[in-house]
């Protein structure tokens, strides 16, 4: 089964089009700015959830499907795959769209992982942020 755009409430948490200023040498889109795009999508997502200071602790599975190029519209999705006692790990999925407006195609994926801090920067339960 192909891959479909995710059915998220409210549509992407991030959409952009990727500008020639993002490319590197060889013409495409920086896999950083792509990656710098889902983390900003990931933490809208989380912001929402944590209410209060979070970090990106890590980033596992991440998978480039094919390069993103200059014009096309990208928009980046994020679905819950785990919360732990301090911790949220976000499946977040980066779409592109040709400037037509069709022909929709994943291109990035990846599971990235934050965790909620206290005032002192030191992890803290989310079962305090739902308390508050």
Known sequence: MADEIPNVPG??????VAMPRDTNASGAIFGGWTVSQMDLAGGTFV????????????IEAMRFLRPISV?????????????????????????????????????TEGVFTYVAL??????????????E
């Open 11 to 16: 549509g992407p948490h991030l959409r952009t």
């Open 47 to 58: 912001a929402q959830r944590v209410q209060g200071r979070f970090v990106t602790v890590s």
């Open 71 to 107: 014009g096309d519209e990208v928009s980046v999705y994020c679905t819950l795959q785990e919360q732990g006692e301090t911790s949220i790990a976000v499946k977040i999925e980066t779409w592109v769209r040709d400037r037509s407006g069709t022909n929709p195609e994943k291109v």
């Open 118 to 131: 206290d005032e002192d920067g030191k992890p803290r339960s989310l079962d305090a942020a739902e308390s």
